[in-house]
C-alpha cells in the first residue's frame, strides 16, 4: 500500500468528517481513562479481574479479530478471489469458535490460568512453556505491525502526512488507551468498535451494491471480469488455494484452513481466549466465543461483497486484476470505494469504522502480549516473586516497548500486495503446530513434557521449510497455498513427533494431570452453572452452538 500517499487515492474528507473521528477519539480515550480508575492488580489490568458479562466478553471477541485480517485483508481476498473468501468465516472460524467454547474453555477457565501458555506450563512443564511464550510474543509484534501498517496508511490519506509520521500518531493513540486501563480498556473500546464498524460497513454496502445494479448486477459484472464466474461460489476455491485440482482444493480448504489453521487459530490463540478468560463465571466464558459466532457468520457480507464491488467498479482497480500492474492494488479496495461512493459524513463514519477496526486488532494483540511477556517470560524466568504492583507497572511498560518495537514490524508489512497472505502465512508458523501439541495433550494423558516442547520447533521448522520451498520456486504453491500446505505439514509433523517422542519418554503421572487433561477431568469441574446468573435456555452453551452451526451449513448450501 505504498500507493497510498498519492494524490489520486486523496480521500476527500471535509469538516464534518473530521469532526466525526474527533468524537470517536474522545469517547476512545475517556473509556481508557475511566478503566484505569479500576485497575489496582495485575489481575485487572491482564484479565479484567475475571468480572465481565458475557455480551460484552462476546463483542469483544468478534472485535478484536476485526482487525487488518478482517478489514482490509478479507476486502482484498474478495477482490482478488471473490466468493470462495466465505470460506475464512464459515469453514476457517465459525466451527473453531463452537470447539473453543464447548470443548476448551471449561479447561481454560477451571484451570484458573492466566494466559494459553501457562495452560502449557501445567500440561507440559517449562520447555514448552517457554518455547510457547516466546513464540506467541514473536507473533503478536509482528501482527501488530499489521494493523499499525493499515491504520497509518488510512491516516496518511485522510491527511497528506508522511507515513512514518502516520506509524508513529497512530501507534500513541493505541497505546494512551491500552497502557492506561489494560484489558478493560481494550475490552470496552472493541465493544464500542464492533458497533463503529458496522455503522462503518454497511452503509458502504448497501451504496456499493445500488451502484452496481444489486446482486444480480454484481454477478454479471464478475461473470464478465477476470477470474469469472468462479468468483461467484464459494467452492471448490482453486484460485484461493492454489491448487489447479478441485479435489486437492477442498481437501485443503477443510483440512489445511478449516481444521489445522482455524482451530490453531481460534482455540489456542491467546488474543481471543484472553476475551473469554476475562468472563465472570466458566458459562461466560463458554459462551462468549458462541456468541462472537453470530456476527462472525454474517461479516463477510460486509467486507467480501464491498471487495467484489471494487473490483468491477472501481476503474484503477479492474485495470489492476486484469493486468498485475497500476497505482493501486488489492489492500487498496474498501480505501478506492469509499473514496469513489460515500458522501461527506458518511465518509467520516466509514474512516472511524476503519480507523476502529485496525486500533481494535492492534489493541488485542499489545495487551496479549503484555499478559504473556510478563507473566511467562518476565515473571517465570527473569524477576521472580516481586510484588504484584511490581508487575503491574511492568505490564504498561512493556506496552511501550511492544508498542514500538510493532513500529519497525509495520514496514515489514508494506512488503505485501495481500496482506492475507502473509498473515496466513504468520498462522502457519505459531498457531498450526501449537493446536497440534494442544489437541493431543488434551485428549491424550500418555502425551510427555519433552514432546511437547519437541513437537513445536519441529512442527514450526516443517512449515518455514515449506514457505522456504515455495518461496525459492520448489514447491509451486500460489496464492495462499504455500500456507495451507505449511500448516498441514505443521501439524503432521507435530503430532508424528510428539507420538514418537511420548514413546520414548516419562509421562506425568494421572495426578498430575487432573483438570488439564479430558478423560482424567469430572464431569462437574467442566461443566458450566445453569444457575443463577447464567439460568436460562439462551445461556446454554450447547443449545447456542447448535443454532450457530445450523445457521452457517445454511450458509455454504446458499452460497456453496
Same mark, same amino acid.
Given at each position: 500500500?505504498?500507493?497510498? /500517499?498519492? *494524490?489520486? $487515492?486523496? &480521500?476527500? @474528507? #471535509?469538516? !464534518?468528517?473530521?469532526? +466525526?473521528?474527533?468524537?470517536?477519539? =474522545?469517547? %476512545?480515550?475517556?473509556?481508557?481513562?475511566?478503566?484505569?480508575?479500576?485497575?489496582?492488580?495485575?489481575?485487572?489490568?491482564?484479565?479484567?479481574?475475571?468480572?465481565?458479562?458475557?455480551?460484552?466478553?462476546?463483542?469483544?471477541?468478534?472485535?478484536?479479530?476485526?482487525?487488518?485480517?478482517?478489514?482490509?485483508?478479507?476486502?482484498?481476498?474478495?477482490?482478488?478471489?471473490?466468493?470462495?473468501?466465505?470460506?475464512?468465516?464459515?469453514?476457517?472460524?465459525?466451527?473453531?469458535?463452537?470447539?473453543?467454547?464447548?470443548?476448551?474453555?471449561?479447561?481454560?477457565?477451571?484451570?484458573?490460568?492466566?494466559?494459553?501458555?501457562?495452560?502449557?506450563?501445567?500440561?507440559?512443564?517449562?520447555?514448552?512453556?517457554?518455547?510457547?511464550?516466546?513464540?506467541?510474543?514473536?507473533?503478536?509484534?509482528?501482527? /501488530?505491525? *499489521?494493523? $499499525?501498517? &493499515?491504520? @497509518? #496508511?488510512? !491516516?496518511?490519506?485522510? +491527511?497528506?502526512?508522511?507515513?512514518? =509520521?502516520? %506509524?508513529?500518531?497512530?501507534?500513541?493513540?493505541?497505546?494512551?488507551?491500552?497502557?492506561?486501563?489494560?484489558?478493560?480498556?481494550?475490552?470496552?473500546?472493541?465493544?464500542?468498535?464492533?458497533?463503529?464498524?458496522?455503522?462503518?460497513?454497511?452503509?458502504?454496502?448497501?451504496?456499493?451494491?445500488?451502484?452496481?445494479?444489486?446482486?444480480?448486477?454484481?454477478?454479471?459484472?464478475?461473470?464478465?471480469?477476470?477470474?469469472?464466474?468462479?468468483?461467484?461460489?464459494?467452492?471448490?476455491?482453486?484460485?484461493?488455494?492454489?491448487?489447479?485440482?478441485?479435489?486437492?482444493?477442498?481437501?485443503?480448504?477443510?483440512?489445511?484452513?478449516?481444521?489445522?489453521?482455524?482451530?490453531?487459530?481460534?482455540?489456542?490463540?491467546?488474543?481471543?481466549?484472553?476475551?473469554?478468560?476475562?468472563?465472570?463465571?466458566?458459562?461466560?466464558?463458554?459462551?462468549?466465543?458462541?456468541?462472537?459466532?453470530?456476527?462472525?457468520?454474517?461479516?463477510?457480507?460486509?467486507?467480501?461483497?464491498?471487495?467484489?464491488?471494487?473490483?468491477?467498479?472501481?476503474?484503477?482497480?479492474?485495470?489492476?486484476?486484469?493486468?498485475?500492474?497500476?497505482?493501486?492494488?488489492?489492500?487498496?479496495?474498501?480505501?478506492?470505494?469509499?473514496?469513489?461512493?460515500?458522501?461527506?459524513?458518511?465518509?467520516?463514519?466509514?474512516?472511524?469504522?476503519?480507523?476502529?477496526?485496525?486500533?481494535?486488532?492492534?489493541?488485542?494483540?499489545?495487551?496479549?502480549?503484555?499478559?504473556?511477556?510478563?507473566?511467562?517470560?518476565?515473571?517465570?524466568?527473569?524477576?521472580?516473586?516481586?510484588?504484584?504492583?511490581?508487575?503491574?507497572?511492568?505490564?504498561?511498560?512493556?506496552?511501550?516497548?511492544?508498542?514500538?518495537?510493532?513500529?519497525?514490524?509495520?514496514?515489514?508489512?508494506?512488503?505485501?500486495?495481500?496482506?492475507?497472505?502473509?498473515?496466513?502465512?504468520?498462522?502457519?508458523?505459531?498457531?498450526?503446530?501449537?493446536?497440534?501439541?494442544?489437541?493431543?495433550?488434551?485428549?491424550?494423558?500418555?502425551?510427555?513434557?519433552?514432546?511437547?516442547?519437541?513437537?513445536?520447533?519441529?512442527?514450526?521448522?516443517?512449515?518455514?521449510?515449506?514457505?522456504?520451498?515455495?518461496?525459492?520456486?520448489?514447491?509451486?504453491?500460489?496464492?495462499?497455498?504455500?500456507?495451507?500446505?505449511?500448516?498441514?505439514?505443521?501439524?503432521?509433523?507435530?503430532?508424528?513427533?510428539?507420538?514418537?517422542?511420548?514413546?520414548?519418554?516419562?509421562?506425568?503421572?494421572?495426578?498430575?494431570?487432573?483438570?488439564?487433561?479430558?478423560?482424567?477431568?469430572?464431569?462437574?469441574?467442566?461443566?458450566?452453572?445453569?444457575?443463577?446468573?447464567?439460568?436460562?435456555?439462551?445461556?446454554?452453551?450447547?443449545?447456542?452452538?447448535?443454532?450457530?452451526?445450523?445457521?452457517?451449513?445454511?450458509?455454504?448450501?446458499?452460497?456453496?
Amino acid at each position: 500500500m505504498q500507493v497510498l /500517499a498519492q *494524490v489520486e $487515492l486523496r &480521500l476527500d @474528507a #471535509s469538516a !464534518v468528517d473530521y469532526v +466525526l473521528l474527533a468524537v470517536y477519539f =474522545v469517547f %476512545v480515550l475517556g473509556i481508557g481513562y475511566l478503566a484505569r480508575r479500576s485497575v489496582s492488580t495485575s489481575l485487572d489490568f491482564f484479565l479484567s479481574g475475571r468480572a465481565l458479562p458475557a455480551w460484552v466478553t462476546g463483542l469483544a471477541f468478534i472485535a478484536a479479530n476485526l482487525g487488518a485480517i478482517e478489514i482490509i485483508g478479507m476486502s482484498a481476498n474478495g477482490a482478488e478471489y471473490g466468493m470462495p473468501t466465505m470460506h475464512y468465516f464459515w469453514i476457517g472460524a465459525v466451527p473453531a469458535m463452537l470447539f473453543l467454547g464447548i470443548v476448551m474453555m471449561p479447561f481454560y477457565y477451571g484451570s484458573k490460568v492466566r494466559s494459553v501458555p501457562e495452560f502449557m506450563l501445567r500440561r507440559f512443564g517449562k520447555p514448552a512453556h517457554l518455547v510457547n511464550g516466546i513464540s506467541f510474543a514473536v507473533a503478536q509484534v509482528l501482527i /501488530a505491525g *499489521v494493523n $499499525l501498517y &493499515l491504520l @497509518a #496508511s488510512i !491516516v496518511n490519506v485522510l +491527511l497528506g502526512w508522511p507515513l512514518w =509520521v502516520s %506509524v508513529l500518531i497512530a501507534a500513541a493513540i493505541v497505546l494512551s488507551y491500552t497502557a492506561l486501563g489494560g484489558l478493560s480498556a481494550a475490552i470496552y473500546n472493541e465493544v464500542l468498535q464492533f458497533f463503529v464498524i458496522v455503522a462503518a460497513l454497511l452503509p458502504l454496502t448497501i451504496v456499493g451494491l445500488t451502484k452496481v445494479g444489486g446482486w444480480q448486477g454484481l454477478v454479471d459484472k464478475v461473470t464478465a471480469s477476470p477470474g469469472g464466474a468462479e468468483q461467484l461460489t464459494a467452492w471448490p476455491g482453486t484460485e484461493l488455494t492454489g491448487f489447479t485440482n478441485s479435489f486437492l482444493s477442498v481437501v485443503g480448504l477443510v483440512f489445511g484452513l478449516g481444521f489445522v489453521l482455524s482451530f490453531g487459530y481460534w482455540t489456542t490463540n491467546f488474543v481471543e481466549v484472553q476475551r473469554a478468560m476475562a468472563s465472570k463465571s466458566m458459562s461466560a466464558a463458554q459462551r462468549t466465543p458462541i456468541i462472537g459466532a453470530f456476527p462472525k457468520m454474517f461479516i463477510p457480507f460486509l467486507v467480501i461483497i464491498p471487495g467484489m464491488i471494487a473490483a468491477v467498479l472501481v476503474p484503477d482497480l479492474s485495470a489492476y486484476k486484469a493486468s498485475g500492474e497500476g497505482a493501486v492494488d488489492y489492500n487498496d479496495a474498501l480505501l478506492l470505494l469509499m473514496r469513489d461512493l460515500l458522501p461527506n459524513g458518511l465518509l467520516g463514519i466509514a474512516l472511524a469504522g476503519l480507523l476502529a477496526s485496525f486500533m481494535a486488532g492492534m489493541a488485542a494483540n499489545l495487551s496479549s502480549f503484555n499478559t504473556v511477556f510478563t507473566y511467562d517470560i518476565w515473571q517465570a524466568y527473569i524477576v521472580k516473586d516481586k510484588p504484584d504492583h511490581y508487575y503491574l507497572n511492568m505490564g504498561r511498560s512493556v506496552t511501550v516497548g511492544a508498542t514500538v518495537v510493532a513500529v519497525g514490524t509495520a514496514f515489514i508489512a508494506a512488503g505485501y500486495s495481500n496482506l492475507m497472505d502473509y498473515l496466513q502465512q504468520l498462522f502457519s508458523f505459531f498457531n498450526a503446530p501449537l493446536f497440534a501439541t494442544f489437541i493431543l495433550g488434551m485428549f491424550w494423558k500418555r502425551m510427555t513434557p519433552t514432546a511437547g516442547w519437541l513437537g513445536l520447533v519441529l512442527g514450526t521448522l516443517a512449515a518455514v521449510t515449506v514457505f522456504g520451498l515455495s518461496e525459492g520456486g520448489v514447491l509451486d504453491l500460489p496464492g495462499q497455498g504455500a500456507s495451507f500446505v505449511g500448516a498441514g505439514a505443521a501439524f503432521v509433523v507435530d503430532i508424528v513427533v510428539s507420538v514418537l517422542v511420548s514413546m520414548a519418554t516419562r509421562p506425568k503421572s494421572d495426578t498430575e494431570l487432573v483438570g488439564l487433561v479430558y478423560s482424567l477431568t469430572p464431569k462437574a469441574a467442566r461443566t458450566a452453572s445453569t444457575s443463577g446468573e447464567d439460568a436460562g435456555w439462551y445461556r446454554r452453551p450447547g443449545l447456542l452452538a447448535g443454532i450457530v452451526l445450523v445457521i452457517t451449513i445454511l450458509l455454504n448450501i446458499i452460497f456453496g
